[in-house]
């Protein structure tokens, strides 16, 4: 009968909202933790890039575009060790 087939229409729509608005908080929670991800490896490329110059002065503009292009966190972490050990810029090698 008609009044059930509106009924079924609107449950099928209160459930596709549901689903969408699920959808919209699962997105944004993605969101939020890649860019916390991102955020964390810019800190990790800004903090390399200031050890690199505090141990061995200006760097080569290649060495900086290499920095800035990483996103290996495990990778930024080696660096980041290995800066405190290493005697020239070449024997980092980025």
């Known amino acids: 009968d008609e009044e059930m087939a509106r009924e079924v ?23 939020k933790e890649l860019g916390k991800e991102l ?3 810019d800190a ?4 390399l890039l200031e050890l690199l110059r505090l141990r ?9 575009a290499r920095v ?5 966190m ?9 800066v405190l050990t290493a005697s020239s810029v070449a024997e980092m090698g980025i």
């Not at 229409?9 to 969101?31: H, S, V, W, Y």
């Not at 990790?44 to 903090?47: L, P, V």
């Not at 061995?56 to 900086?64: H, I, N, R, T």
């Open 9 to 31: 229409d609107i449950m099928a729509k209160t459930f596709a909202e549901d689903q969408l608005e699920r959808g919209k908080a699962i997105g944004t929670e993605i969101g």
């Open 68 to 72: 800035a292009e990483m996103t290996d």
């Open 56 to 64: 061995f002065g200006s760097l080569p503009a290649e060495v900086e």
């Open 74 to 82: 495990g990778r930024l972490n080696e660096l980041l060790k290995r």
């Open 44 to 47: 990790k490329r800004e903090t």
């Open 39 to 41: 955020g964390k490896m």
